[in-house]
T-cell receptor, first 114, second 113 residues
Framework: EPEVTQTPSHQVTQMGQEVILRCVPI?????FYWYRQILGQKVEFLVS????????KSEIFDDQFSVERPDGSNFTLKIRSTKLEDSAMYFC????????????FGDGTRLSIL | AQSVTQLDSQVPVFEEAPVELRCNYS??????LFWYVQYPNQGLQLLLK??????LVKGINGFEAEFNKSQTSFHLRKPSVHISDTAEYFC???????????FGQGTILTVHP
C-alpha cells in the first residue's frame, strides 16, 4: 500500500538555525498537510497546501514557517530560525480527490532544538 | 470553530475485555469524524471514519464507532481487545472532506495480559 514518507526521522538542530523537513506524499494525492505534536500535547494543524498554494494555515504557522513543493514529489516544511519551543514531532499528511478519502500520515520527524 | 474532547487520557483494560474510548465534539455545523491510532514510534493510522449515512461505522482491527448527533459524540468500541491494541487513539473532526483535522488530546489504551 502506498505510504507517506518523511525524512529525516530525527533532526537535532541548534536554536536559531534553519531546518527543512521533507515529505514525499502518496503519488496521486493533491492535498498536503503539516501537523505537529509537542510532547504530551495534542496533534495540531499547521498548514494545508493545494494547487501550489497554501489553502489554510493556523496561528502557529507564522513568518518563520514556509512550505514548498519544489518538484512533483516532495513537500517540504522550512523553519527559518528555530526556537526551543519548535521542538516537536512533525507529521506530514496527504489525501487524494474523492470526498471520502481520509488523510494519510507519515511516521513523523522528531525535531529537537538545542 | 470546532473542538474535540477525549474524556479519558488513559484506559487500562485486560486482554479479551471490551473497551470504549469516549469522544465528544463541538461544532455549529456538520462535521466529518475520524479515529486514528498511533503505535509507538509510528505515524497516525486511520481506524475508521464517519462522513454520512449509517451512524454505526466499522473500521479495521475489529473497532467500531457510533455517531450520535444529539449527544455530539463519536465513541470508539471494541468487544474484545488484544495486547496488540495497546496504543494511543485520537479522535478528530474536520468541516470539509479536504479540510484540516482538529484532534482530541488522545487516549492511551493499555491492554494487560
Amino acid at each position: 500500500e502506498p505510504e507517506v514518507t518523511q525524512t529525516p526521522s530525527h533532526q537535532v538542530t541548534q536554536m536559531g538555525q534553519e531546518v527543512i523537513l521533507r515529505c514525499v506524499p502518496i503519488s496521486n494525492h493533491l492535498y498536503f498537510y503539516w501537523y505537529r505534536q509537542i510532547l504530551g500535547q495534542k496533534v495540531e494543524f499547521l498548514v494545508s497546501f493545494y494547487n501550489n498554494e497554501i489553502s489554510e494555515k493556523s496561528e502557529i504557522f507564522d513568518d518563520q514557517f514556509s512550505v514548498e513543493r519544489p518538484d512533483g514529489s516532495n513537500f517540504t516544511l522550512k523553519i527559518r530560525s528555530t526556537k526551543l519551543e519548535d521542538s516537536a514531532m512533525y507529521f506530514c499528511a496527504s489525501t487524494g480527490t474523492g470526498g471520502d478519502q481520509p488523510q494519510h500520515f507519515g511516521d513523523g520527524t522528531r525535531l529537537s532544538i538545542l | 470553530a470546532q473542538s474535540v474532547t477525549q474524556l479519558d487520557s488513559q484506559v487500562p483494560v485486560f486482554e479479551e475485555a471490551p473497551v470504549e474510548l469516549r469522544c465528544n465534539y463541538s461544532s455549529s455545523v456538520s462535521v466529518y469524524l475520524f479515529w486514528y491510532v498511533q503505535y509507538p514510534n509510528q505515524g497516525l493510522q486511520l481506524l475508521l471514519k464517519y462522513l454520512s449515512g449509517s451512524t454505526l461505522v466499522k473500521g479495521i482491527n475489529g473497532f467500531e464507532a457510533e455517531f450520535n448527533k444529539s449527544q455530539t459524540s463519536f465513541h470508539l468500541r471494541k468487544p474484545s481487545v488484544h495486547i496488540s491494541d495497546t496504543a494511543e487513539y485520537f479522535c478528530a473532526v474536520s468541516l470539509t472532506s479536504y479540510g484540516k483535522l482538529t484532534f482530541g488530546q488522545g487516549t492511551i489504551l493499555t491492554v494487560h495480559p
